[in-house]
């Protein structure tokens, strides 16, 4: 029975000999080396990183208003009444928690994604929550912000399920090593939140073209709601998003981080978040490991120096992946949030 069981998952050494990074190593050779923790505070604050996009001349999407005391939280209809869609997000949140998401609304029902209905009440407790340090990094009292929905590209009908997908780009001395499209799904709320059931779909780093799905961690070939065939994905705008990503090391100045965009369908590419912890779950949605593309950049120097534009280019060249047509399932990949 136990032989059965650990049958199921890979060692250690066959996740090595895979060039699969774990946590460990993830916060020891990269975060800790390459990301000046005075810098934190820059990507960990949603209003910081938005501050430092606009600087930079970077497109994120319009904020509405902030909500800072509890004595304002009165306030919120006032500041939502003339918006038929928005999204309340906590400013250090992490990992899509506490973020709500309203569609539609008549001033006396807000609809989320799934179409459940929200009450003023609802939301004006769930922005008390967020003040409170509810979902913040380590509970600490917070701010909530309120911003514009992005504008869904109908490129991307079928793939996502109620939501705007986005796309994650992990970028290491400016340069995009690997990425991936996170699908909202029923069972994540409209969400692009893998850990609560969002399609992770692995994209050619050359391309933008999909090579391989899956959801709660296993491979999958087809939307779990649409049905939509997730290997006709394609990102347009590809190097546009491949360009925004490698800018934000000098918008930054961290060495190891993780880009999330969306494709505004008025607006184009749009940089919703940076995250200086990213996640190894997109190794899973690649099905390949991040070690080996990070060891090729560090071979390259530490004093050469490269403009974007040669990053990218860089990426798209060493990078590049064959399509994975089959879909077979593997052993599950470390990940965390």
């Not at 949140?93 to 609304?105: A, C, D, Y």
């Not at 590809?238 to 990503?245: D, K, N, P, R």
């Not at 100045?253 to 008025?266: A, E, P, R, W």
């Amino acid at each position: 029975m136990i032989k059965r069981w650990l049958a199921k998952y890979a060692s250690p050494f066959a996740l090595g000999d895979m060039g699969i990074m774990g946590m460990n190593q993830r916060n020891i050779s990269y975060i800790s080396r390459y990301n000046p923790r005075r810098l934190y505070p820059l990507v960990d604050d949603k209003l910081e990183t938005k501050r430092i996009a606009l600087d930079a001349q970077v497109t994120v999407p319009d904020l509405i208003g902030v909500i800072e005391y509890q004595h304002q939280v009165a306030g919120l209809l006032e500041k939502i009444k003339d918006w038929p869609g928005f999204c309340i997000k906590p400013a250090k949140g992490s990992g899509g928690k506490g973020i709500v998401v309203i569609v539609s609304q008549d001033g006396t029902n807000f609809l989320k994604p799934s179409g459940k209905p929200e009450s003023i009440n609802d939301l004006e407790r769930h922005v008390s929550n967020i003040l409170a340090g509810l979902f913040s990094l380590g509970g600490k009292p917070d701010v909530a912000l309120i911003e514009a929905l992005i504008n869904f590209d109908d490129v991307f009908d079928g793939f996502s399920y109620e939501g705007v997908p986005d796309t994650r780009v992990i970028v290491f001395k400016g340069f995009p090593v690997m990425a991936m499209m996170r699908l909202s799904t029923e069972a994540s709320d409209g969400k692009a939140n893998l850990h609560q059931g969002a399609v992770g779909v692995g994209l050619d780093i050359n391309s933008g073209k999909a090579i391989r799905a899956v959801q709660y961690n296993l491979p999958i070939r087809y939307h779990p709601d649409t049905g939509r065939d997730l290997l006709e994905l394609k990102v347009p705008n590809w190097e546009q998003i491949l360009s925004l990503s490698a800018s934000c090391y000098e918008m930054s100045g961290l060495g190891y981080i993780g880009t999330d965009m969306v494709l505004d369908k008025f607006k184009g590419p749009m940089l919703l978040e940076l995250n200086a912890r990213p996640g190894l779950a997109i190794q899973t949605a690649n099905g390949a490991g991040l070690v080996p593309r990070l060891q090729k950049i560090e071979k390259l120097g530490r004093h050469a120096t490269f403009s974007a534009e040669e990053r990218v280019a860089f990426s798209r060249r060493e990078f590049a992946a064959e399509v994975q047509l089959s879909m077979k399932i593997e052993p599950p990949l470390p990940q965390d949030s």
